[in-house]
């Protein structure tokens, strides 16, 4: 059986994009309360063994052929770096002449190990969604001893070194961080990144918009003042 799941193919920029989870579940080193994907019963972040990655990449192979896709974004569920053959599956792809797009939830961006991935990787996005450190340990649940100062520092410290794109996720959630003085605190977090580019989003899946979603209003609000910083 193989172990990777596809997205059908979309274009995004003039690009055909191939959007591939390169997990067999959902393995993330944190278990967000409003995580898409549900609880987290495999919370690690060390490398782990999947099995048939042969058959996977011989799979990814020809998929990225008959595709003609133009940049493969590595979208999985959970953290990506927890595949001990993401750097195989990175180098794969940009032998085949493809860019790549990572996702993260940029905690492990601090770790050398992880780093060496990331840079092979044409555009990295890291995420932030709470901003106290009360908030992180409560709704975000990362592995003991993880703090949000550190999961901040780590994306600073790996963006100094990035040569490539480095995008960075805001989400925006009701009553945790779209008050003015939340919104203060993601500014200087953004001018500490210093990303290449920024993306607001807001809870938009059904189950969590009533309750952490915002307004069309506000979403506009935010983004003006986080874009326009
Ligand atoms: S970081 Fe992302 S994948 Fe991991 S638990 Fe949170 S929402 Fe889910």
């Known amino acids: 059986m193989n172990s990777f799941t596809y997205k ?15 997990l ?5 080193n944190f278990d967000c309360i409003f995580c898409p994907i549900g609880r987290s019963k495999n919370k690690i972040d060390t490398q782990t063994s999947f099995d048939e990655i042969d058959n996977s990449l011989n799979e990814l192979e020809s998929i990225i052929q ?10 999985s569920k959970g953290e990506a770096f927890v595949n001990d053959k993401i750097s195989e599956i990175i180098d794969l792809i940009t032998n085949k002449g493809l860019s790549v797009r990572l996702l993260s939830n940029g905690y492990l961006l601090g770790r050398e190990q992880f780093i060496k991935i990331a840079n092979k990787c044409d555009e990295v996005i890291g995420e932030i969604k709470v901003i106290t450190e009360k908030d992180f340990q409560k709704v975000q649940r990362p592995i003991e001893g993880y703090t949000l100062e550190e999961y901040i520092s780590n994306m600073v410290l790996f963006n100094k070194q990035y040569k490539g794109k480095f995008i960075f ?5 009701k009553g ?11 500014k200087t977090i953004i001018g500490q990144i210093s990303p290449d580019e920024v993306k607001i989003e807001r809870m938009d899946d059904d189950i969590f918009k009533k309750k952490l979603g915002i307004s ?3 979403y506009e609000e935010i983004s003006n003042e986080l874009l326009n910083n």
Not at 8 to 22: A, M, P, S
Not at 24 to 28: G, I, M, T
Not at 66 to 75: E, T
């Open 8 to 22: 059908d193919i979309y274009v995004e920029d003039g690009k055909r994009v191939l959007e591939i989870n390169i």
């Open 24 to 28: 067999p579940e959902k393995y993330c």
């Open 66 to 75: 008959d595709s003609k896709a133009d940049l493969v974004f590595i979208n």
């Open 169 to 173: 996720e805001i989400t925006i959630i």
């Open 176 to 186: 945790y961080n779209d008050d003015d003085e939340s919104i203060n605190k993601l």
């Open 216 to 218: 069309d209003e506000r």
